[in-house]
């Protein structure tokens, strides 16, 4: 599985917003690009995915740069609740083993 | 109701001892897993599920074994724990085992083993 790099960190203000960025550059033609977070205490919970378009939903946006070779996680209105760890994974749309490997992923602090 | 549950969520026990950790998910999905995340905070998927078929062992010592009743449980029983066996354990599971282009696995909220 191709590896992905991020921020260890990043402080974010609340009610501002927010971009994760990280890169992969080793992306395949057929790796998607996940993300999940971690709240405190909590286990991993989806955020978004995408392969090359970018993509919307109501938790977040997942924004790929043409080359793939990078992506972003845009949190819109940063809230205290989504302080979290925010783990970008690559999964090969050929795999058939549902598995997921985390990194150390972007601890997210969120300042009042 | 809680999509994928897990007990017990807090777990103590000694050397020696055998103990078993339970999980159900009320989704009607195909694929169970076991991740264990350590005190660095690693995630690392142990073992999956589909249909009750075993699919994935990412080389986790036979101490442990997954057991899956039916498509909507899957247990993990360790045998003679080991001091480094102190983690917590996410089970999870997902519509079917093809991960990246449906996207979303649901964890349960974990399961504190500690090993005196």
């Known amino acids: 599985d191709a590896k992905t790099t991020q921020p260890n960190s990043m402080e974010s203000n609340e009610e501002e917003p927010v971009h994760l960025p990280c890169n992969h550059s080793t992306i395949s033609g057929t790796d998607y690009i996940h993300w999940y977070r971690q709240l405190p205490s909590q286990g991993p919970e989806y955020v978004i995915h995408g392969l090359t378009s970018n993509v919307n939903n109501r938790m977040a946006s997942l924004a790929i740069a043409e080359d793939r070779k990078s992506s972003t996680l845009i949190l819109h209105r940063a809230t205290l609740r989504d302080a979290a760890v925010y783990y970008c994974i690559l999964r090969g749309g050929s795999g058939n083993t549902g598995k997921l490997i985390f990194g150390q992923g972007t601890t997210l602090q969120v300042k009042p | 109701d809680t999509a994928v549950s897990q007990t017990p969520k807090y777990l103590v026990t000694q050397m020696g001892n055998d103990k078993s950790i339970k999980c159900e998910q009320n989704l009607g999905h195909d694929t169970m897993y076991w991740y264990k995340q350590d005190s660095k905070k690693f995630l690392k998927i142990m073992f999956s599920?589909?249909?009750?078929?075993?699919?994935i062992n990412e080389t986790v010592p036979n101490r442990f074994s997954p057991k899956s009743p039916d498509k909507a449980h899957l247990n993990l029983h360790i045998n003679s724990l080991e001091l480094g066996d102190s983690a917590v354990y996410f089970c999870?599971?997902?519509?079917?085992?093809?991960?990246?282009?449906?996207?979303?696995?649901?964890f349960g909220e974990g399961s504190r083993l500690t090993v005196l």
């Open positions: 599920y589909n249909n009750k078929e075993l699919i």
């Open positions: 999870a599971s997902s519509q079917d085992k093809k991960v990246a282009n449906t996207g979303e696995l649901f």
